[in-house]
């Protein structure tokens, strides 16, 4: 293998492990990251919630969707207007544009 060949294979690698067409979108690592944050938060392992599951089914009640939805704004540093009613994992998925 020549130099650029290298080179190539490197540049390869480093796009895959950031993200890049071979690994997670960044919708697919938002949705992620919401549904780790929801497992810690309620205590329920991460393979058993997906994007429709319930948040009450998770034990969450309304001062959490609140808190919720709160801390994806901060996180995400974006403002939502809550027109519809927020009620399962995807609702909140869906609030990040």
Do not use: H, W, Y
């Amino acid at each position: 293998m020549d130099k650029d060949e290298a080179k190539m294979l490197e540049e390869s690698l480093l796009e895959l492990v950031n993200g890049g067409s071979m690994g997670p979108t960044s919708s697919e690592k938002i949705e992620q990251g919401i549904i780790q944050n929801f497992s810690k938060r309620f205590g329920v392992p991460v393979d058993a919630i997906n994007s429709n599951t319930k948040l009450g089914d998770l034990g969450a009640d309304s001062l959490d969707v609140v808190d919720i939805v709160s801390c994806v704004e901060e996180e995400f540093g974006i403002k939502i207007p809550i027109i519809s009613p927020v009620s399962t994992v995807g609702d909140v998925i869906n609030l990040i544009p």
